[in-house]
């Protein structure tokens, strides 16, 4: 079954400083990958996707994450954090195509000043 | 674009009473919807798949006769949470499926339902 680990539940980065959040995934097949942004009392954004062709992918905001096959994971980066990015992060796979998503358990981004 | 709504935003209501919840794709269509669940500081679990003109596929352990889901039009879907108890008060995020070959899912705001 397809299952989505990301093994930091909190992060806390200074504003300004590099991120990269983990997101190790378990999928059969070339899967589909996505990064998602909630804030508190909110919905899902989407920050990105893979899904076929360049390993590397560019969001919004300014994050990118790369897909790494031999290693199953597919992490979040960004280069100087901003207070405004805190909130929570998913990473999740597309199984049964692209029909279901498989969310991981998140990771709580905070920011210090 | 792909923004999705939901309405409302919150609800507060007495044990065993219904709530119905939308879920509308704004501007565009969408034949697959999907509704989620959240508890507090926790993953989203999906609970059902809602495909415009058929029946909703229901995850394992989610009882249809108490969520029901209607996919009436290309646009919007309910979630009707029937007889609701304290132990219903939940998030619940929906998602409508879009994008250039409807590859990805768009979420809308979530609606906030407390049970008392």
């Known amino acids: 079954a397809q299952s989505v680990t990301q093994p930091d539940i909190h992060i806390t980065v200074s504003e300004g400083a590099s991120l990269e959040l983990r997101c190790n995934y378990s999928y059969g097949a070339t899967p589909y990958l996505f990064w998602y942004v909630q804030s508190p009392g909110q919905g899902l954004q989407l920050l990105l996707k893979?899904?076929?062709?360049?390993?590397l992918v560019q969001g919004i905001k300014g994050f990118e994450a790369e897909f790494k096959r031999s290693q199953s994971s597919f992490n979040l980066r960004k280069p100087s954090v901003h207070w405004s990015d805190a909130a929570e992060y998913f990473c999740?796979?597309?199984?049964?195509?692209?029909?279901?998503?498989?969310f991981g358990t998140g990771t709580r981004l905070l920011v210090s000043p | 674009g792909a923004v999705v709504s939901q309405h409302p935003s919150w609800v507060i209501c007495k044990s065993g009473t219904s709530v119905k919840i939308e879920c509308r794709s704004l501007?565009?269509?969408?034949?697959?919807m999907f509704w989620y669940r959240q508890f507090p500081k926790q993953s989203l679990m999906l609970m059902a798949t809602s495909n415009e003109g058929s029946k909703a596929t229901y995850e394992q352990g989610v009882e249809k006769d108490k969520f029901l889901i209607n996919h009436a039009s290309l646009t919007l879907s309910t979630l009707t949470v029937t007889s609701a108890h304290p132990e219903d008060s939940s998030f619940y995020i929906c998602s409508a499926l879009g994008g250039a070959s409807g590859e990805t899912q768009y979420f809308g705001p979530g609606t906030r339902l407390l049970v008392l």
């Open positions: 893979y899904f076929s062709g360049d390993t």
């Open positions: 501007d565009f269509q969408a034949t697959t």
């Open positions: 999740a796979v597309g199984a049964g195509g692209f029909q279901k998503l498989v």
